[in-house]
């Protein structure tokens, strides 16, 4: 990528590309009446285009990335920043929730290719909401807080809120040592056992097409990711609540 700067506006940005491509063979059972044949494909899994930038001296910043994999174009993030003081700050526009450490690390610092199955049914996904988070360079532990369109039928990545009826979502995090949690991988070889644990919920009321009553929805996510001269350990607990006042509807 690029990367830019104005001294005298106190102004930056940066444009950058992520791709990634991949060959898979599936091999099928021979019993398996619904595929007899086995298969083998190329294919572009990303090819991601992201601006980022800071304006008025690092008070406002703006993200923004969009992916051209697939039959067509998609827009993943698209949020602006305010930096209210040196240890808050809050945002507007779309992005992941705060739900899971595993889906809110970036594809290029994974442990595998892939996240996990678990992580990838858990989490929220990308939604349109406001978030803000709390960061002292005193203390080590983080907090943030957001608000979300929700996940009733119809709402989701680059779709409108269909209801009144928004997910909130609260995430905490304490960091034992010079760690980032969200790269999996200990890259940088550390000297020093670290560690970082976090916790996250996810709560609120959802409308299903063809379900009269609404649904209460709770999801919870702990994790615990540890570092050391090249050793890394990640582990991640879900679990999800749904509640309906219709019989039999719990889950």
Request: proline content about 2%.
């Amino acid at each position: 990528g690029v990367r830019w700067d104005f001294s005298d506006k106190n102004v930056s940005g940066s444009l950058s590309t992520m791709i990634r491509t991949r060959w898979t063979f599936t091999d099928y059972d021979k019993d398996d009446a619904e595929n007899s044949r086995n298969s083998s494909s190329f294919d572009v899994t990303q090819a991601r285009l992201t601006a980022d930038g800071t304006v008025l001296d690092k008070e406002f910043a703006y993200h923004m990335m969009g992916d051209f994999a697939g039959e067509s174009a998609s827009l993943k993030d698209a949020y602006i920043s305010y930096q209210a003081c040196d240890w808050a700050d809050v945002s507007m526009g779309q992005h992941k929730t705060g739900l899971s450490r595993q889906f809110n690390t970036g594809d290029n610092n994974l442990q595998f290719p892939d996240a996990s199955a678990v992580t990838a049914y858990f989490n929220l996904g990308r939604q349109a909401g406001a978030w803000a988070s709390l960061k002292s360079s005193d203390m080590p532990v983080t907090f943030s807080a957001g608000i979300y369109n929700g996940e009733s039928s119809g709402e989701g990545l680059n779709k409108s809120g269909t209801a009144t009826l928004p997910t909130g979502v609260f995430a905490a995090r304490y960091n034992m040592g010079h760690i980032d949690p969200f790269v999996e991988s200990d890259i940088d070889n550390s000297e020093e056992l670290a560690a970082s644990f976090g916790a996250s919920v996810a709560f609120g009321q959802s409308k299903r097409t063809g379900v009269s009553e609404n649904d209460d929805t709770f999801t919870m996510s702990v994790d615990a990711i540890a570092k050391y001269q090249g050793w890394a350990f990640g582990a991640e607990y879900f679990y999800k609540d749904i509640s309906n006042d219709a019989p039999d509807s719990d889950a």
